[in-house]
């Protein structure tokens, strides 16, 4: 698996337990899906956790929920893509990430059943509209076309990421890969990083960090040369965002980037590419109706990937 996975170039821990198996079951997906003549995509969710200590009991993180990457993995599915989830432990997940784990304890209950059991039943007004989110779910689950893979720490998603880039590369510009995961830039290398708990005893916390390599050039340059890539920006200055997405295209040559405001995010980006800019929004009253942004950007990126396999 070594060979397969490779080494990231970087004084990361090994690549973790069960890397071996996760890499097959993409193996296998992508041969299968692709066999049918199915676009792929790997959707990338939620924030990588960056240890301060080997023996790991403190780590720094971001706020990322994983709702993007949850809620555009479903719209994927919609539209015809199988899909490899490559998400954060414990983050939003597709189809479960409208229902919180308080819902489904107030919705559930209790009943008497047959010799004295007792059998679960949920009370749907609790959980509205659960029943066509369960018959998709089911769908999809039977149809095959949804991989979860989970990663934790920023070194798990990197390794995790090349083994997926390598199992996409055979299906080349049917490959689209979508990095909505808030991935750390900067982390402490593992030979610097001490075995045992920080202790307060010692005085203020003063830690000096490495930039993270960008994971984006390998794979656009060698891991999977022919996909369809997508990165994001994320910026809290207006100012920046339209530079730095223009900057990040120039730098990397990928196709595309979803540039947004951190305080917007829910309801307006704008898809960047190396000669065009279109904003996408959502209107109030299409919130209101439960439209999200993801659906019109899923959307968007469609109509894009099949003139880039077409060319």
Not at 47 to 58: A, Q
Not at 186 to 191: D, E, K, N, R, V
Not at 247 to 266: G, M, S
Request: aromatic share 8%.
């Amino acid at each position: 698996m070594a060979d397969t996975v490779g080494s990231l170039g970087m004084d990361f821990p090994p690549p973790p337990a069960g890397i071996e198996r996760s890499a097959q079951l993409m193996r296998e997906f992508a041969t299968r899906h692709g066999a049918e003549s199915r676009r792929v995509v790997l959707v990338t969710s939620g924030g990588t956790k960056v240890p301060l200590e080997s023996r790991t009991v403190r780590f720094l993180d971001n706020f990322s929920s994983g709702w993007r990457g949850a809620v555009s993995a479903e719209s994927f599915l919609e539209a015809g893509y199988a899909v490899i989830f490559l998400h954060r432990h414990r983050s939003m997940s597709p189809y479960s990430r409208r229902f919180t784990a308080l819902s489904w304890l107030d919705a559930l209950r209790l009943v008497p059943g047959e010799d004295c059991c007792q059998r679960v039943e949920a009370e749907q007004s609790l959980l509205p509209g659960i029943v066509p989110v369960l018959e998709r779910y089911q769908q999809v689950r039977q149809e095959g076309t949804l991989l979860f893979v989970e990663f934790g720490t920023l070194s798990d998603y990197l390794h995790l990421l090349r083994a997926a880039a390598e199992a996409l590369n055979p299906l080349g510009s049917c490959a689209m890969f979508y990095l909505a995961a808030a991935v750390s830039d900067f982390y402490i290398p593992a030979s610097e990083m001490p075995e045992h708990k920080i202790q307060s005893s010692s005085g203020p916390l003063q830690i000096t960090m490495k930039m993270v390599p960008k994971m984006l050039a390998p794979l656009v340059k060698d891991w999977a040369p022919e996909a369809f890539v997508i990165s994001f920006k994320l910026e809290t200055d207006a100012t920046l965002l339209i530079p730095r997405a223009r900057k990040a295209l120039e730098t990397y040559r990928h196709q595309v980037v979803v540039a947004n405001l951190l305080d917007t995010r829910r309801s307006s980006v704008v898809v960047v590419t190396s000669n065009s800019e279109s904003s996408i929004s959502i209107s109030e009253s299409e919130a209101e109706g439960g439209v999200e942004i993801e659906e019109k950007i899923v959307g968007d990126l469609k109509t894009r990937h099949t003139c880039f396999i077409e060319k």
